[in-house]
């Protein structure tokens, strides 16, 4: 039955909106609202409750130069609701017995290392999994610098924790890309084969994927957007493999596929009668093991809270001109998904915005009203320059963790010079230039020559140290 009404998912889609429970009322013109707000593209959303696809839409574009609309079989980059995925992989990989939840990652990996190293020795594939590393994002060497996956993995002992090994909730995309390396490790695959062979493929999610560059064959797939000054503005596509990255967020997905994914969390494990995840497995993924804040906490690859007094589990994504949002509420038997080809707050607004819809709560302004913490600007000594020339700060400097930059005197000043991306470097004072990423700080040593760089790559450590490297 399940597998008929799969089936019909495309051929229901155009007018399941409009036909479906009273609930669904106006929801089309809901979410033509929040792409017109929002300067959004495209949207695809989608529902299930027991067992029923309840509504599978798209709305907007997947392509405005082409005008091509967002189907239920468009496929957009799903960002960080990876992470459930990658969890779900794990789990396999323990189903058969060739790794344990809780025995340290050393005993799998003798070669692992953590800069500190009371983590190196205890860390856990679950501590992995549910940010208590110690450590902080460090995420600009995913966006920067070109490594293969092993690579990124041995440099993880070069970069600084800021607290404690399970201290607090981190959030960390580098623990789980160690997590999803373990896991091919172990089982002598990868960890793109494993979600492929252990959930795409039993479930039958024939238009899943965890490349880009596979998107891109597809007949239907939506090409990323971000927001300019007159509207959605064209983006490349974010390549994770370049980076050595991809468990932590690389799976490509449709609202038709999601809703599968989805029905088998809902379903403990199983999908058409058959198991795909055991239920001892699916016990350990839904144990909340790390506190958020006052009403969320983590389990592998899932944020756990409360809605309208019922369980809600839930994970956003974000990449570069995609955003997605899944939840899921156990206690109707239901599951969510909104994604879209934009960098707007869109996903997470219409996922929660049908969530709320499903429980009978009354619509709630999902606009984030956080504001971020504004720390006084520091002010520059007036008067002062370099002590040097800048042609005499521009070389070659290393660090062990980012590999070599250049940096290059032009005439807007300094640039530094990564694989993948440039900061630009301008004279603040003394030997102090400003980047985006903050104060960058050179330094001299007794002979007057420059020989240190100090990159404020992670606002969570103190700057990263680069050696000036010999001519």
């Given at each position: 039955?399940i597998?008929?009404?799969?089936a019909?998912?495309?051929?229901?889609?155009?007018?399941?909106?409009?036909?479906?429970p009273?609930?669904?009322?106006?929801?089309?013109?809901?979410?033509?609202?929040g792409?017109?707000?929002?300067?959004?593209?495209?949207?695809?959303?989608?529902?299930?409750?027991?067992?029923?696809?309840?509504?599978?839409?798209?709305?907007?574009?997947r392509?405005?130069?082409?005008?091509?609309?967002?189907?239920?079989?468009?496929?957009?980059?799903?960002?960080?609701?990876?992470?459930?995925?990658?969890?779900?992989?794990?789990a396999?990989?323990?189903?058969?017995?060739?790794?344990?939840?809780?025995?340290?990652?050393?005993?799998?990996?003798?070669?692992?290392?953590?800069?500190?190293?009371?983590?190196?020795?205890?860390?856990?594939?679950?501590?992995?999994?549910t940010?208590?590393?110690?450590l902080?994002?460090?995420?600009?060497?995913?966006?920067?610098?070109?490594?293969?996956?092993?690579?990124?993995?041995?440099?993880?002992?070069?970069?600084?924790?800021?607290?404690?090994?399970?201290?607090i909730?981190?959030?960390?995309?580098?623990m789980?890309?160690?997590?999803?390396y373990?896991?091919?490790?172990?089982s002598?695959?990868?960890w793109?084969?494993?979600?492929?062979?252990?959930?795409?493929?039993?479930?039958?999610?024939?238009?899943?994927?965890?490349?880009?560059?596979?998107?891109?064959?597809?007949?239907?797939?939506?090409l990323?957007?971000?927001?300019?000054a007159?509207?959605?503005?064209?983006?490349e596509?974010?390549?994770?493999?370049?980076?050595g990255?991809?468990?932590?967020?690389?799976?490509?997905?449709?609202?038709?596929?999601?809703?599968?994914?989805l029905?088998?969390?809902l379903?403990?494990?199983?999908?058409?009668g058959?198991?795909?995840?055991?239920?001892?497995?699916m016990?350990?993924?839904?144990?909340?093991?790390?506190?958020?804040?006052?009403?969320?906490?983590?389990?592998?690859?899932?944020?756990?809270?409360?809605?309208?007094?019922?369980?809600?589990?839930?994970?956003?994504?974000?990449?570069?001109?995609f955003?997605?949002?899944?939840?899921?509420?156990?206690?109707?038997?239901?599951?969510?998904?909104?994604?879209?080809?934009?960098d707007?707050?869109?996903?997470?607004?219409?996922?929660?915005?049908?969530?709320?819809?499903?429980?009978?709560?009354p619509?709630?302004?999902?606009?984030?009203?956080?504001?971020?913490?504004?720390?006084?600007?520091?002010?520059?000594?007036?008067?002062?320059?370099?002590s040097?020339?800048?042609?005499?700060?521009?070389?070659?400097?290393?660090?062990?963790?980012?590999?070599?930059?250049?940096?290059?005197q032009?005439?807007?000043?300094?640039?530094?010079?990564?694989?993948?991306?440039?900061?630009?470097?301008?004279?603040f004072?003394?030997?102090?230039?400003?980047?985006?990423?903050?104060?960058?700080?050179?330094?001299?040593n007794e002979?007057?020559?420059?020989r240190?760089?100090?990159?404020?790559?992670?606002?969570?450590?103190?700057p990263?140290?680069?050696?000036?490297?010999?001519?």
């Open positions: 039955m597998i008929k009404l799969w019909l998912l495309v051929f229901a889609a155009a007018g399941m909106a409009a036909a479906g009273d609930w669904l009322k106006d929801f089309d013109a809901a979410a033509e609202r792409l017109k707000s929002s300067q959004t593209a495209g949207l695809g959303v989608g529902v299930i409750q027991d067992g029923k696809v309840v509504l599978a839409k798209g709305y907007g574009y392509d405005i130069k082409a005008g091509t609309p967002v189907t239920p079989r468009t496929i957009f980059a799903t960002g960080s609701v990876t992470k459930s995925f990658t969890a779900a992989a794990v396999s990989v323990i189903d058969q017995g060739k790794l344990e939840w809780d025995k340290p990652v050393r005993e799998y990996l003798s070669s692992f290392r953590l800069h500190d190293p009371v983590a190196t020795e205890q860390i856990t594939v679950r501590d992995m999994l940010h208590r590393s110690g902080p994002r460090h995420d600009f060497i995913r966006f920067s610098t070109y490594l293969t996956r092993e690579e990124l993995v041995r440099r993880l002992r070069f970069l600084e924790p800021n607290r404690p090994f399970r201290d909730y981190q959030y960390n995309n580098l789980f890309v160690t997590a999803g373990l896991a091919g490790e172990v002598g695959s990868t793109e084969d494993l979600v492929r062979d252990r959930i795409f493929t039993p479930l039958g999610m024939t238009r899943s994927n965890t490349s880009v560059l596979d998107s891109q064959k597809s007949d239907d797939f939506a990323p957007y971000t927001q300019g007159s509207g959605p503005e064209r983006q596509f974010y390549v994770y493999s370049k980076f990255v991809g468990p932590n967020g690389a799976v490509n997905s449709s609202v038709e596929d999601m809703l599968k994914y029905q088998m969390w379903e403990n494990g199983a999908s058409a058959r198991t795909v995840i055991s239920k001892q497995q016990a350990e993924l839904k144990k909340p093991v790390t506190v958020v804040n006052a009403t969320t906490s983590y389990a592998p690859g899932w944020n756990f809270s409360q809605r309208g007094g019922r369980l809600m589990v839930s994970h956003g994504g974000a990449i570069t001109g955003r997605a949002h899944a939840i899921l509420l156990p206690q109707i038997r239901a599951g969510i998904i909104a994604m879209i080809n934009g707007s707050g869109l996903a997470g607004d219409m996922a929660q915005e049908l969530a709320d819809r499903l429980l009978g709560l619509s709630s302004d999902s606009q984030d009203q956080q504001r971020a913490s504004r720390r006084e600007p520091p002010k520059a000594q007036p008067g002062t320059k370099p040097k020339p800048l042609a005499e700060y521009a070389g070659k400097y290393s660090h062990p963790a980012y590999g070599p930059v250049e940096v290059e032009d005439a807007e000043g300094l640039l530094v010079r990564f694989d993948a991306m440039n900061v630009r470097l301008r004279h004072h003394y030997d102090t230039f400003s980047s985006s990423m903050g104060m960058a700080r050179f330094v001299l002979r007057g020559t420059v240190e760089m100090h990159l404020p790559l992670e606002p969570a450590v103190r990263f140290l680069f050696l000036r490297q010999a001519e």
